[in-house]
């Protein structure tokens, strides 16, 4: 916001209440976060003309052209205006760096605060729906609670966010014991399993009713048709039970881990994750079928199968698969080789090799660079193998790949003046300070990258 003082701002807006344009201006160059809360302290501290205020704020949310202009006026809305403003406020809310903002202003404003929030958060995902869905706590509106159980505590950021709110709010253990139709029982396995996973907001550990909830999912899931959802998160129960600690009652956890051991152990499971996997996937269903695919993946992993065969027929098809070379890397119980095999026959190397920059590689554009990353890590393990993918690496874009690279050939067990030749290349083309000077003191650096 620069130095203005927030007393001042507030009356260059008071005083533009009959002409509002030039605040389309006067808001340019301000950070709505920083200068939001302090502003309102101050507008609601004074006598002002509330309709007129809400005229001056709709002109600025409607007519805004920069994102910090409309920001700041959703926030003096959501101290003047009312239930007329609230379709106003959804469309605005519905892009998610706006979302937050019209959230608050949506509470500040509507007579069912609630379900104004509820409308909007159904239309949200990513940051916007969490922001949304953590105003609906301690909600008691039925369809508000069916809906956090059912889809609300999704998004696209970390379920477990929302995870807690849902199954309180939302009356988890009380629905499980009523009627359970399939999408609260898929529900049920998406809020328990990221309630089991942790993270930033509060988890199994801090949910009063986690311990008969866990009992009645697994009952729910022993009487249900296979599922790789229920499976997925009948596996990741089962796996919380017999490691994590709870303030057990009595007999708990002991009957927790044989009622979780009991069930999937159950034969019909490996039917269906090894009928999953010799599902042949077209090419072009790929993008359609490759989440159900890494699920099956990973449940045959914690179920034991031996699914190496079809991860590496899958490679075939989706080469660029992250998730699935990892898998495969972790999970390859025969020679190395056979990854390092196809990683050259798969990945366009000529592409990969085409020089270094300062990129860290991340999202679309760089999956066969990451695939390149995984399999050369892994080579750590395998000193010696795979040369003409390290030299490939050398010569990458991804910073990281080259740090990697360079860190394999420091235990590289033969042929060290060719090595010294490979990096020495490299060195000459490397854009990146730390990783040349490493480069050019190799192989005594003991660097390790910086990311």
Known sequence: ?????????????????????PLLDLFADLDA????????????????????????????????????????????????????????????????EFALFAVVALMNTQPDRHRAVFQLAQRLDGWGRIHAVERLAGCTDPDIKAWLLRTGFRNGVMNEYLAHLAATTGGLYEALLDEVDDALLSGAAGILTALAMGGPANDMHDYDDAVPAMHRFAELVDAAAP????????LTLDRFVHTEELDWPDGEPVRLRERYRSLVSQTRWRELVTSELAARVSIDARAANERRFESALSCA??????????????????????????WAIRHCDGP????????????????????????????????????LELVVQALHDHPGLGERLVRVALANRVIRCRWSALKLLRNWPTDPAAVRDWV??????????????????????????VT
């Not at 090799?353 to 679309?364: R, T």
Request: hydrophobic residues 40%; proline residues 6%; aromatic residues 4%.
């Open 1 to 21: 916001m620069g130095s203005q003082p927030v007393d001042e701002l507030a009356d260059q807006i008071l005083e533009h209440l009959d002409n509002p344009a």
């Open 33 to 96: 976060v920083r200068v939001a809360d302090d502003l309102v302290h101050e507008l609601r501290s004074r006598r002002m003309p509330r309709e007129k205020l809400r005229s001056t704020a709709r002109f600025v949310a409607e007519n805004a052209t920069r994102r910090e202009v409309a920001k700041l006026g959703i926030v003096l809305l959501g101290i003047s205006g009312d239930e007329r403003d609230c379709e106003l406020l959804q469309l605005l809310g519905t892009l998610d």
């Open 227 to 234: 599922d790789l959802g229920l499976l997925d998160a009948a």
């Open 301 to 326: 992993g914690r179920l034991r199968l031996h699914a190496f065969p079809y991860a590496l027929e899958r490679l075939r098809i989706d080469p660029y698969n992250g998730y699935v070379w990892q």
């Open 336 to 371: 190395f080789d056979e990854i390092v095999d196809l990683a050259e026959e798969l990945l366009p190397l000529d592409d990969l090799a085409s020089g270094p920059s300062e990129s860290v590689g991340l999202g679309i554009g760089f999956e066969a660079d990451m695939a």
């Open 424 to 449: 020495a290349t490299a060195a000459d083309r490397e854009p990146n300070p730390d990783l040349r000077t490493a480069m050019l003191a190799f192989p005594d650096s003991g660097a390790e990258p």
